[in-house]
């Protein structure tokens, strides 16, 4: 049964019951060992799922549906998330950006992959499916499915880190491969990194980097699409940091990690049959290659990043503010430096939205798409932004972050609440309480498993540092810019020689 069967009404997105409905599909997610029966109700799933299910229910409820949607533009006279229909306008990208800040703000940044982010491979699926060749009917089709009810895509586009030092085609055992084909169409073997929170997801998009050299099989030029409760698809989830820290502490004590922990997981694929209607590329290692950028999804996938970075960064710095009231720090000339460095980063990261916008160009079929700049300003810059952020968090807050008590239950004894209230209020006129709670807060944005997790993932969220840079080189060569800023340059170098000035 399709995810969209739980929807009653055709041509609008899920609700938050219905979201929860449709993960109820036999698929197998295995944590400790065990096989969940409901991702929705088990304890290492389930806070997670109601924040996505609060996302779904943002689209329906009166005060945030005109934020957030539009109509389709499939023909069944629905509405769907403005991320999920290609913008025909730089006007539109701006609302398709501000409705991504909306859904952002909702768990204040911390959830990167919900739904609007593959929801910009849907985009340009509608907008360019001649990419796809014979697959184009295919991309049509999944375009309009995606729109229609919002599915919630994940993609799994990365190889193990095993063997990485040879091409694909000697890692057989390992990396995804077609192990054979059919009338009805193809099946395959292998693993993924890091399937975040696909768990919670309806379809996996399976495809391959260009950093990695794929050889001369054609058996691993694939781009294709999976249900989540195929035959064959298994999840071998990561530690819970939502279970750990429901398990032993509370909200008070882990506000991010009980909610927003999107779990990552070793993707198996054994024996899948994939459909040919799922297929998009298959045995074409030049298309597989090219089709970050040239099928779109490069250039439009960004902005959604970088607006819910930006989100993120908005709440860490505003945070840091009530963090460094709470020490008394907040007046040192030093500090304040330090709290206006992460200032600036969170202007920056708005700045490259707002180019996205502004300086997007029209594309294939109507569609506008952000300027490539724009794409590796945000790749190139935000792993530099975070890593710098998470530094002056610790070294400002320093051991303020740790100065606290272990559990909420040591203020709920009289005592103990008693000494906490003199020993550990804040500066000014901070109570006890409030400067506990918000020392809490940062520290579960950068200390706890779940802040460590962040630190990583975003600094490696669009791939190897040095992979982004000479991507950018690449592009900036490939559309000429370069050669500009050489003929700059070199014009300079012309208005002199070694008997001086050429020119008057």
Known sequence: MKPESHIRERGRPFNGDEFRASLRDGRKVYYGGELVEDVTSHPAFQN????????????????????????????????????????????????????????????????????????????????????????????????????????????????????RDKPSDEVKDVYVHVTRETDAGIFVNGAKVVATNSALTHYNFIGQTAVQEIGDDPDFALLFITPMNADGVKLISRVSYEKNATATASPFDYPLSSRFDENDAILILEDVFIPWEDVLIYRDKQKLMQWGFAAGFGRLYPLQACTRFAVKLDFLAGLLEQVLECTGTLAFRNVSAELGEVVAWRNL??????????????????????????????RTFAPMAYDKIFHIIKTTAASGLIYLPGSNLDLKNPELNANLARYCRGSGDITHLDRIKIMKLMWDAIGSEFGGRHHLYELNYAGAADAIRV????????????????????????????DGWTNS
Not at 71 to 86: A, C, E, I, L, W
Not at 95 to 111: F, K, L, N, V
Not at 472 to 493: N, P, Q, Y
Request: aromatic residues 14%.
């Open 48 to 163: 997670a799922c109601d924040s996505v299910a609060k996302l779904y229910d943002a689209l329906h409820a009166p005060e945030t549906h005109h934020k957030l949607c539009w109509q389709t533009d499939t023909g069944s006279g629905g509405y769907t998330h403005k991320f999920f229909r290609y913008a025909r306008s730089r006007e539109e990208l701006l609302e398709q950006r501000d409705a991504i800040a909306e859904w952002a703000r909702m768990s204040y940044g911390w959830m990167g992959r919900t739904a609007d982010y593959k929801a910009a491979f849907g985009d340009v699926l509608g907008a360019n499916p001649e990419f796809y060749g014979d697959f184009a009917g295919n991309a049509r089709t999944w375009y309009q499915r995606i729109q229609e009810h919002c599915l919630y895509l994940n993609h799994a586009i990365v190889n193990p880190p095993i063997d």
């Open 349 to 378: 990261f708005w700045s490259i939205t707002d180019h996205m916008c502004l300086a997007a160009e029209e594309w294939k079929s109507g569609a506008y798409l952000p300027p490539t700049e724009s794409a590796f300003n945000y």
């Open 471 to 498: 991507q950018c080189l690449g592009a900036a060569r490939a559309t000429g810019e370069m050669a500009k800023m050489r003929k700059l340059s070199i014009r300079c170098m012309s208005d002199y020689n070694l």
